[in-house]
C-alpha cells in the first residue's frame, strides 16, 4: 500500500514551497511540542489528550524529524 507524500508536487508547484522550506518551522514546533511535558505548556498537553481532539497528546514523538523520509515521498 503506498501511503500520500506530505508534500505532493500539486503542492509545489501551486504554492512553490518544496518540503525543504519548511524544516526550520518544522523543527521549531516539534522541539516545542517534545518539551511540553517538561516546561509550562502542561496545559496544551492536558487538553489535547481527551478524545475531543482525537488524543494527540498522546501520540509518542519520534526522536527525531523523518527528513529523509519527506525528501523521497516529495519526489512521487
Not at 31 to 56: E, M, Q, S
Amino acid at each position: 500500500m503506498r501511503h500520500k507524500p506530505p508534500w505532493s508536487n500539486t503542492l509545489k508547484q501551486t504554492t512553490g514551497y518544496t518540503i525543504q522550506s519548511f524544516y526550520s518551522i518544522m523543527e521549531k514546533i516539534f522541539f516545542v511540542v517534545a518539551k511540553a511535558n517538561v516546561h509550562d505548556k502542561w496545559a496544551i498537553t492536558r487538553k489535547y489528550r481527551h478524545v475531543k481532539h482525537h488524543c494527540v497528546a498522546l501520540i509518542e514523538l519520534p526522536t527525531a524529524l523523518p527528513y529523509t523520509d519527506m525528501d523521497s515521498d516529495a519526489t512521487l
